[in-house]
């Protein structure tokens, strides 16, 4: 457990050695690459091990580090923390991280770049699992802004596309506002306690008495999550995100970096939790993107996008369950997820490679016949998403509902109810659409090679059995993690049969609607029915890129303009006459620059005899000169 | 005869007025190899004062004839590399008028 | 320092000395100015005799009046020009660098003439040489070996610059 250092590490080496040295041979980059990634997982695998035999972790973290830099009053210790929560994390990340890494090598076979891919991938890995292990809010910053940019460059890895161009700067742009209040929580802390260890912090914080100054911290530091893991108002960036490579969306955009967020506040739960209404915050942002996200994604076409809008809803769902102040609820939703949306992400880029690139969920059909095992893996993942037993959604899901009910939140669990239902349906709509039903003679699809499904399948036996260690009856999970005292789980059977029946039903509206009827006819005129202005407003995602266009227009450009006067007449006036300074003085100064050698030693020795003369008659000596008066 | 004792403030005053005679020579003289012989003259008169402090003052110790050991290292160092300038730039300028050098500018 | 003969002794090499120097800034021959600086160089070391400095007396000889003289002489006669006896002696800003001279010299005089020496009363030990030789190789041998180096850096320096480059070789660069 004291080598969990190396598993940061060994990415950032493997970034460095394939971008310095090997960038020239492919293979010998991926391979790198993907050993590295490996071998942090079986490390990881190993601190996991060690932490379920160390139960005394959950209470006392291991923290070790190292003094990182030191002034007077300010200290910052870089190291590693370790509990179950970040053992969890590591193990999550590298074991999905390796898997799509191996993916990778089928989905980017013979793409330009491909070596600079693989480095990014490990300078992400790297980025995110040093995130993961900080033991320092400094440096987990650090780290949070590495997986920006790497999910930056990633993201613009086509950057041959505009749009792609386009989607990396709004990623980074979107996810910088929330970064801002994110640093300046950072340094209120710093300020407040003087300190920036996560585990003084945890000592300090809920001893803290100026509670409306904790608030304004608190809502600062959930900007943060905000904008990195796709929240309303900032989940514009995260659709548009799907520009880059599949295995990024899946690595990236879905598994990882977007719980990110979750994860910070998960991390800092002590602080959030000693201030009830940012819990309450929290809580209302998670259920309303939860259900947001899932109105759009039923309106979606192509199937990277219905994807993405159902990764914004399911961190809608970590939140609300953090947000209700269950730790273990939210990351075993965390947990979970990352687990089936990797694999419906890679299954989609799997039907992407078979379908050369098309992606409009309505022109696919019938790929079941000819992509056998993509299409069980991805059923797999959307009986888990649904929330089916005993796939691993289910389990995630109904803890994250059950904790809504059980402190007290009944609109948030009926919006969480409704929202399972909706996940049930677009997933299942995007299924029946792509998978069954009759074939688009257009297509013609073939199974992608084992490389790419031999993921899909470890991801889907995740998928099914990850859900088993936090049932009610054999809880590991909750031991593990929690916040607070441990309350074991009872069987709540009502709730656990409603959320079957709401997971079937929206499977089975689904398949009402898009499988069983071939035409499709009345999925059209439901879409009549429910007017075709609601129909728009969803299709549009409600028109808020186009508000925060609008607003960018009207305002922020008018700013702009009023900014570009100021430094057209201003700065530049300034800047120019400081230049035409500059070169009126240098003309003057001219007459003195002759280029002879002498002129110039003469007027040397006229300042020395300047400072000489200077220094006989008033420094401390000065009563030398000629005896002085003495 | 204490007033014609010989004491460091003799040294001290033939050292500045030799340095003052190289120091006019080397401002004024045309020559390249004038220039730098003025140059030389001003470095013995150092090589006196440090002489002389280091008889009056620290005789023991000899720090300052180290130093002026030090010193004729550099002196016949610069002596070498500033003939073989100007012989470089004779041969490219055909002269060793320093007035002609003025070429130090932009 | 008080026995007649040091006393007459300082003031006869003192007046060589600022002899030669003058003699060497003012002569118009070259040729002149390297023997008068040799002159110079060597009344130099015999105040250093005077110092009690013999050995630094001996390099000054072999160094100064030696090899730089020599090397002067090698200088003068390379860049050996016919017309050079017409030009002026002095360039065009005489004036100002006399009165830079003058102020020096009232500066350091007056400078000088206040000062009180710590005069140490003891005296130079006979065998100048050996503690010269154990102090340089040392206390002070870092200097010594960098010295060294400079030299040689010096020596290759000079070689390099002054090489003829012959019209018909190829440039290097």
Redesign the interface.
Known sequence: MYHAWLVPLLPALSFAVISLLTKQWKWLSATISIGAMVSGFIIAAFIAVGVLQHPGLINHPLVYSLRWLSMPGFKVDAGILLDPLSAMMLFMVTLVASLIQIYSLGYMRGEKGFSVFFAYMSLFGASMLLLVAASNLLELFVAWEGVGVCSYMLIGFYNHKISAREAAKKAFVTTRIGDTGLLLGLLSLQLIFGTLNIADLAQKIPQFQNIPLLITVAVLFFLGPVGKSGQFPLHVWLPDAMEGPTPVSALIHAATMVVAGVYLVGRMLFMFASVPPVMELVAWVGGFTAIFAASIAITQREIKRILAYSTISQIGYMMLGLGVGSLSAGFFHLWTHAFFKALMFLGAGSVLIGLHHKADVWEMGGLIKKMPITAVTFVVGGLAISGIPPFAGFWSKGDILDATLASGHTVLFVIGSFTAFLTAFYIWRMIFLCFFGKENPENHPQESPLVMTIPLMILALFSTVAGLIGTPWWDVWGRYIHFGTYVPPVANWPLMIGDTLLGALGIYAAYLFYCKDREKTKALAARQWFGGRLYDVLYHKYYLDELYMWFNHSMVDGVARLMYLFDIYVVDGIVNGVGAFTVAAGEGLRVFQTGRL??YA?VF??GV?AV??LL?FTGPHA??????VR | ??A???????????A??????????A?????A??V???I??ML?AV??NL??F???????L?TG??F???V??????????G??????I??HR?S????DFDWLKW | ??S?Y??GA?WLI?LA??FA??M??ASRQ?VH??LW?AV??IA?AS??FL???D??AL??IM??AG??SI??I???M??Q?PD?KE?????N??K???L??????A?????????R????G????AD?IA??GT??LSK?VI?FEV?AV??L???I??????K?VKPGARSRD
């Open positions: 002498q002129n003469l020795f006229l005899l000489g003369v006989a009563t030398l000169f000629l005896g002085g | 005869m204490p014609l004792a010989i004491s460091p403030t003799n040294f001290v005053l033939l500045s007025v030799l340095f003052a005679i190289g120091l006019f020579g401002l004024t003289r045309k020559n190899i004038a730098l012989m003025c030389e003259l013995n090589n006196i002489i002389a280091s008889r009056f003052v620290t005789p023991q000899f004839q180290i002026a050991i030090f004729i290292t550099v002196a016949a160092a610069e002596v070498g590399v003939l073989a300038i100007i012989i470089n004779y041969r055909l060793v008028n320093l007035d | 320092m008080t007649i040091q006393v300082f003192s000395i600022i120097a003058i060497v800034v070259l100015m390297v600086l110079c160089f130099v105040m250093y110092l009690d400095a050995y630094l390099v000054q160094v100064y090899a730089v090397m002067m090698f200088g003068v390379l860049t020009r050079l030009c002026l002696l002095f360039n800003q005489l100002l660098a006399t830079v001279v003058i102020v020096v010299l500066l350091t005089g007056g400078l000088t003439y206040g000062a020496w710590f005069v140490s003891a005296t130079v030990p100048t503690h010269i102090l340089l002070y200097p010295a400079l030299l850096v010096a020596l320096g000079a070689i390099v610059l002054a003829e």
